[in-house]
């Protein structure tokens, strides 16, 4: 399920956060991860992404008095994390954008695997009175979660 992430000044929307408000995001997100692993992923240690919504990439560069960005502070805190903004995530859940947290490997295992990547391929072709007629797989490729428990997801960026 999606977690909303917390108010500041009644707002979720990074839009109108301050650099303290969306490190407070990121943090309750890797804390809830931290939590929901159940020890098994040390934040400072292990790697994981964080997705956002592409309209948010930017907000990411808000400073603090120090003039450091949220950005900086993420990969300071986080040495072996990556955020990744995906376009998607824009308006992803009832008009809201969304923030997932996910990580690589819990107890050396894969979280998502993509399995069966392939290429559009031709499976086969019939002639026809008006053409040819070219039939093609309905999927040939796929991501599995293998290990939901590695994947937290907040709503309202």
Request: hydrophobic share 45%; proline share 7%.
């Amino acid at each position: 399920p999606y977690m909303t992430v917390p108010k500041e000044d009644g707002n979720t929307e990074w839009a109108k956060k301050s650099f303290k408000g969306m490190v407070r995001d990121i943090n309750t997100a890797v804390a809830t991860l931290q939590k929901q692993c159940g020890g098994n992923f040390i934040p400072s240690k292990h790697s994981f992404k964080l997705g956002i919504a592409l309209s948010c990439d930017a907000y990411l560069n808000t400073v603090n008095e120090f003039g450091i960005s949220v950005k900086e502070w993420f990969a300071k805190t986080y040495p072996k994390a990556e955020i990744l903004p995906i376009p998607e995530f824009d308006n992803a859940l009832a008009g809201d954008n969304v923030m997932y947290v996910k990580l690589d490997e819990l107890a050396g295992q894969p979280v998502v695997e993509q399995i069966v990547p392939a290429a559009v391929r031709l499976v086969g072709a019939v002639p026809r009175a008006t053409g040819l007629y070219e039939l093609y797989p309905d999927a040939t490729a796929g991501a599995f979660v293998e290990q939901p428990l590695g994947i937290v997801r907040f709503v309202g960026i």
